[in-house]
DNA sequence: TGCCACATACCGACTGGTTAGTCTGTGAGG
DNA sequence: CCTCACAGACTAACCAGTCGGTATGTGGCA
């Protein structure tokens, strides 16, 4: 061979192997769902072999639980900021509810993949993932209840099943919003944010 | 061999085969997923062979898409039906919303194989459902649109939206729904209609 | 400065196992 | 004797993961 063969063409910054691999698993587990993506595939749009994958891989489910890792503590991050801040309960549950839709707008292709691949990770993989899932809502239901004791939510509903009602809409987000539909992301994160509340009010 | 094999043990009425091996595939499939699922282990639960399967159906993606066509059809009767009555539209909406609760509980398999497996389907059959899918939603949101215009509920969020809204919730509902747990279906189905209409409220 | 030792970061052919769907057969009933 | 309703062995394809190999870099030492 005498060229410097499949490294870059260019010298433009490439990010490094495991980001890559991960996007392009990202995109095509969204796509086609985790068991209809080979890793062959997968190898192949982030432009590597096999022997790459499995050097910073353990598995094609690894490659899964790392997404999984990925969303989780984005959300959990942006909730415990929205949710310790110090404005009033009612403004603080506003802002999470409509942070965590603009955020699953944002990486839809996680939203997909979270809410359909749960049952291919591994029973322990999955075990964690729901743990990790647990702490977050119980962090929003905490800002419910709050709220509810403070009198400024109605108490008709269990503080539960309102996060289940809201995180029911957000899971469901992948299945209809599509980018450059005739409502943006903040707009659409407004309207169900206001929904939430409105069902809330005393 | 001497005995009369694997047809029945008993005289006990026994289902005719393609509907145990409905029944059977949408167990499994709900279980572990379709892909995980092997036509293997769908006709030894049902207790026939491979014969028999493909003798009824054409692929295991039109097993699939029988499962769909089922629920389809349930939903839509049923939401006809609550529609059309002659009461008042947000007692047509608040019997519609909570029936299709209740209904999801009663088939929380055929709910959990709904909104996970659409993307195993073929092209063409994918195409099928979403229309069957769209004129249900339609339908509903219908109701919320007549609503609006009576002026009994808000028209602060697009009907679409509301309907995605609600939707959302009984979609997830097999995500967190457990049998046995300490709501009824009939409670889970008031709450979440409450919460619908509540956030209705002009 | 030159050379060796070793590690990291991959490459890609190969293996063992699985699977959807096919096809030839067969018994029962009309 | 013909058709329906299956049985079950077989095939062709696919795929996750393995493994032996290679290229590049780096530190130590003479």
Redesign the interface.
């Given at each position: 061979m005498t060229s410097p063969a499949n490294q870059r063409q260019d010298d433009a910054p490439t990010q490094p192997v495991p980001q890559r691999l991960l996007a392009a698993a990202t995109r095509l587990f969204a796509d086609?769902?985790y068991?209809?993506t080979s890793v062959q595939e997968i190898v192949e749009a982030a432009g590597v072999t096999k022997g790459a994958l499995y050097h910073y891989f353990g598995s094609k489910d690894d490659l899964l639980h790392e997404i999984y890792g990925r969303v989780l503590r984005l959300q959990q991050e942006r909730l415990d900021a929205f949710a310790s801040s110090d404005a009033p309960v009612e403004r603080r549950l506003r802002d999470a509810a409509a942070d965590v839709v603009v955020t699953t707008i944002d990486n839809l292709d996680d939203a997909s993949i979270f809410?359909?691949s749960m049952?291919?990770l591994s029973e322990d993989k999955q075990k964690q993932v729901r743990s990790e899932r647990r702490r977050y809502h119980e962090r929003f239901r905490a800002l419910i209840e709050e709220g509810q004791q403070a009198g400024v939510f109605?108490t008709?509903?269990?503080a539960d099943?309102?996060v289940?009602?809201h995180?029911?809409?957000?899971?469901?987000?992948s299945?209809?919003y599509r980018p450059g539909g005739r409502?943006t992301p903040q707009e659409?994160a407004d309207?169900?944010a206001?929904?939430?509340l409105?069902?809330?009010?005393p």
């Amino acid at each position: 061979m005498t060229s410097p063969a499949n490294q870059r063409q260019d010298d433009a910054p490439t990010q490094p192997v495991p980001q890559r691999l991960l996007a392009a698993a990202t995109r095509l587990f969204a796509d086609r769902g985790y068991d209809r993506t080979s890793v062959q595939e997968i190898v192949e749009a982030a432009g590597v072999t096999k022997g790459a994958l499995y050097h910073y891989f353990g598995s094609k489910d690894d490659l899964l639980h790392e997404i999984y890792g990925r969303v989780l503590r984005l959300q959990q991050e942006r909730l415990d900021a929205f949710a310790s801040s110090d404005a009033p309960v009612e403004r603080r549950l506003r802002d999470a509810a409509a942070d965590v839709v603009v955020t699953t707008i944002d990486n839809l292709d996680d939203a997909s993949i979270f809410f359909r691949s749960m049952h291919q990770l591994s029973e322990d993989k999955q075990k964690q993932v729901r743990s990790e899932r647990r702490r977050y809502h119980e962090r929003f239901r905490a800002l419910i209840e709050e709220g509810q004791q403070a009198g400024v939510f109605s108490t008709a509903t269990p503080a539960d099943l309102v996060v289940d009602y809201h995180f029911g809409s957000v899971h469901h987000l992948s299945t209809w919003y599509r980018p450059g539909g005739r409502m943006t992301p903040q707009e659409v994160a407004d309207h169900l944010a206001d929904l939430l509340l409105r069902a809330l009010r005393p």
